[in-house]
């Protein structure tokens, strides 16, 4: 079975499907809706296609600004799905509904949602069986985060890639993913504590061994700022010598994927990384990070570290602009004359 977006050579067998979904609907209209999906940006119709490429099933995708029980302001939304009878039972409807997560991702969602007629069972199931969950009757669904498992498993495969090798060294600063000297990784780092302007919380998206987490407590205290630490990272032995470098701070220190994991809190500023998540989901883990994670008056801090060698043509904050995301201010770190560093900081009542 094949997963594709649809195009205009597929409209005879899309029709057929989708008059059998909607019975109700004119020819007149249903003309209108796949046109309307086929030029649209923020329409998708994804098909499942079997070996013979006959078109078995569809499943129909928008992006709307508002949807039960999401908290974004940008949801993929399921509008209708469809699977010819004698192909159920086989799985076709968790393939659509997964590749649908995948398209929202890039999107930039990280929520979706979904309805069903109230005597719907069938659809009921399917929709609980690829992780939505019910929010209210008449019969509406969500989901976030989005292919979670996946996530979770690229993300391992970074601890067993990159992670390991931070605790091989006795250098604080080494084990915090770094490896030049002290003085450049303070060069590079400091930055950071230059986007905190005011005493409150503070949450770093892969804290690695908690240096950086303490640093930045000594850098803000150094202009009469009070900040508060909070650390997630997805390595167990990271968050563990996170938690024995600031013990008194052991229980603001959660192991987690940022991607995934639910705060139980707002923060005044959050600091992360783009290459935490792979590329086509980048806007989206930002949009999380936005909604979920930040005070309304508070700042994502965007983090682009490059070595001495690097000659960097582009830099993030230009990426993040061309996503949409609204840069207030950035703050560099320096080396021998060399810009190394570049901190982006989007407020949230920017974008939000």
Not at 15 to 39: F, G, K, Y
Request: a negative charge; glycine letters at 6%.
């Amino acid at each position: 079975m094949i997963i594709r977006e649809a195009t205009n050579g597929d409209i005879e067998q899309w029709m057929n499907l989708r008059q059998q979904l909607w019975p109700d609907c004119s020819l007149e209209d249903h003309n209108l809706e796949v046109a309307t999906i086929l030029s649209s940006p923020k329409d998708k119709t994804l098909l499942a296609v079997d070996a013979a490429g006959k078109i078995v099933g569809f499943v129909e995708l928008s992006i709307r600004s508002y949807a039960e029980g999401c908290e974004s302001k940008s949801v993929g939304y399921v509008e209708g799905m469809f699977v010819t009878q004698k192909n159920r039972r086989k799985g076709i409807s968790q393939e659509l509904l997964q590749a649908a997560e995948h398209w929202a991702l890039k999107q930039g969602c990280f929520e979706m949602a979904s309805d069903s007629d109230i005597t719907n069972r069938i659809s009921h199931l399917s929709h609980q069986k690829a992780g939505f969950e019910e929010v209210e009757r008449t019969i509406h669904f969500k989901k976030g985060p989005l292919l979670e498992q996946q996530l979770d498993t690229w993300c391992s495969g970074q601890i067993e890639s990159i992670y390991k090798n931070y605790l091989e060294s006795s250098q604080s600063w080494r084990q915090s993913g770094f490896s030049g000297p002290e003085e450049r990784w303070i060069a590079c780092r400091r930055p950071i504590a230059d986007c905190i302007t005011k005493s409150g919380s503070f949450l770093d998206i892969g804290c690695a061994n908690g240096y950086l987490l303490e640093s930045v407590l000594g850098w803000t205290s150094e202009h009469g700022i009070k900040t508060e630490p909070y650390g997630i990272d997805i390595s167990e032995p990271l968050v563990a010598a996170t938690r024995d470098r600031l013990p008194e701070y052991k229980e603001s220190i959660h192991l987690g994927n940022g991607f995934t994991w639910y705060p139980k809190m707002r923060f005044d500023y959050v600091r992360t990384e783009l290459c935490y998540v792979p590329k086509d989901y980048q806007k989206a883990f930002l949009n999380r990070l936005v909604t979920l994670f930040l005070k309304i008056e508070g700042s994502l801090l965007v983090a682009e570290y490059h070595s001495k060698d690097d000659s960097p043509t582009r830099w993030e904050s230009e990426t993040l602009n061309r996503m949409g995301f609204r840069v207030s201010e950035t703050k560099s770190g320096i080396w021998k004359q060399k810009e190394l560093t570049r901190v982006s900081v989007l407020p949230r009542e920017l974008n939000a």
